[in-house]
């Protein structure tokens, strides 16, 4: 298997006139594509919504598109809220998913009409204070509301000693609230006049395989039909939120989104039409799956180092797409115009940080590469650009999107010096 870029090398020659690498560029037609693939793969819940996870990529044009094929935002703070409301999203479009709150985020995703899913049972009185007397017709929550749920222990899936796969740990996060509170929860929420409710659960992250949504709706599903049982609530949607991944490396099988889409579906007839729960909607939060590999991180081989090991010094860094440094996660490369070329070289791709992690790339064979070849490096539209910063004074790079006509545009702008140095403000001139 192999990964083929969405641009050539002719295009990037072309785009470099007006905007110099490195830049993040994005893939409107893939983008659209997946959204669609997502949408059919649930298209057997009538209430089915995908909430795109804003911090993977927070761009206004990003969540246009995306909101154009019928997906809300996910949000997670109070800039994350007001770029989905400044995008044309509100309503029950926007999903409210964070924790250690500030007062004034919860008021706000109230103001706009998104869905606040709830952290943590001691947060009911929290929203209830941030709220009071804010809310129309004397009401003191909203209507509609969430409960985030953390069954605790270790997360695996398989059956048997041999097939067990270890997939996350829960019962360390700091995430959610045990069935026990978020039963009680519901409880004093109904009693509060919240007429739609709702739970949320995330229990692992980037995994690839079909099995972990279906296992994890299971879960969920047996909750709600407990829930129901206990205390007559009847939950209005069940959000399975994200955690299904991307096969970064290229020999590695990737999600099918249809087969992920079946298998909840087989959990939802099997576990809650028998319990007269088949009205249910289902919601997800993806951010990885759905504009990962829409994404390239474009940067251009300035250097060339020759000690004891090769090294291709880049125009980019750490800086902007941190995810190698911080996780040592592997992000496949190409050089472009040399896709077709034999891997003889032994390189470590690297860039201008003064850190030693700030490597794209380990011991990676690669055709050779000669100074001015432009490299792209895959699988950064989620999670690239959103998690730059400015160590050493480097600046964000310029997003652009590659439209379905193959023309391109600026969607953000490069960071300028003068950028970097506005909040300094007239501190340039105080004497120390």
Excluded at 2 to 16: D, G, N, R, W
Aim: with cysteine; hydrophobic share 40%; aromatic share 10%.
């Amino acid at each position: 298997m192999s990964k083929t870029p969405f641009v050539t090398k002719e295009q990037i020659e072309e785009i470099v006139k007006t905007y110099p690498t490195p830049f993040h560029i994005y893939d409107e037609k893939g983008i659209r594509e997946n959204a669609r693939a997502m949408n059919k793969a649930f298209s057997w819940n009538p209430g089915f919504k995908e909430y795109f996870a804003v911090k993977a990529t927070p761009n206004p044009t990003i969540l246009k598109i995306l909101h154009e094929e019928g997906c809300g935002t996910d949000c997670s703070s109070m800039a994350e809220l007001i770029l989905s409301e400044k995008s044309g999203i509100t309503g029950y479009d926007v999903m409210f998913s964070s924790n250690e709150t500030p007062a004034e985020e919860f008021v706000k995703c109230a103001e706009i009409g998104g869905i606040i899913n709830l952290d943590d049972i001691t947060h009911i009185d929290f929203v209830l204070k941030a709220l009071d007397g804010k809310l129309e017709d004397g009401r003191k929550l909203p209507k509609r509301m969430s409960c985030r749920f953390n069954p605790g222990g270790v997360f695996t899936l398989g059956e048997s000693r041999e097939d067990v796969q270890v997939m996350d740990n829960p019962g360390e996060a700091k995430y959610g609230m045990t069935k026990d509170q978020i039963i009680e929860a519901y409880k004093r929420l109904s009693s509060l006049g919240v007429e739609e409710l709702g739970i949320h659960a995330f229990l692992a992250s980037n995994t690839v395989t079909n099995e972990y949504y279906p296992a994890l709706a299971k879960i969920l599903f047996k909750l709600a039909v407990e829930i129901k049982e206990k205390t007559g609530i009847k939950l209005s949607f069940i959000n399975l939120s994200g955690g299904v991944g991307i096969a970064y490396e290229p020999d590695k099988p990737a999600n099918d989104i249809a087969a992920i889409g079946e298998g909840v579906h087989k959990a939802f007839d099997e576990v809650l039409v028998p319990a007269g729960m088949g009205d249910t909607a289902i919601f997800t939060e993806l951010g990885r799956f759905m504009l990962a590999p829409y994404g390239h991180l474009i940067t251009k081989a300035i250097h060339e180092k020759h000690i004891y090991k090769e090294y291709i010094g880049v125009d980019a860094c750490a800086a902007n797409l941190m995810r190698p440094a911080m996780y040592g996660s592997y992000h496949h490369l190409t050089v472009l115009g040399k896709e077709d070329a034999p891997a003889t070289e032994t390189y470590d791709v690297v860039g201008s940080l003064c850190e030693n992690n700030d490597k794209f790339a380990v011991d990676r064979k690669l055709p050779k590469i000669d100074i001015g070849d432009y490299l792209c490096i895959h699988d950064t539209g989620a999670h690239g650009f959103a998690m730059g910063y400015n160590y050493n004074g480097r600046l964000w790079s310029a997003e652009l999107l590659l439209r379905e006509d193959n023309s391109v545009i600026c969607i953000r702008r490069a960071e300028t010096l003068d950028d970097y140095f506005a909040t300094l403000g007239g501190f340039w001139d105080v004497e120390i």
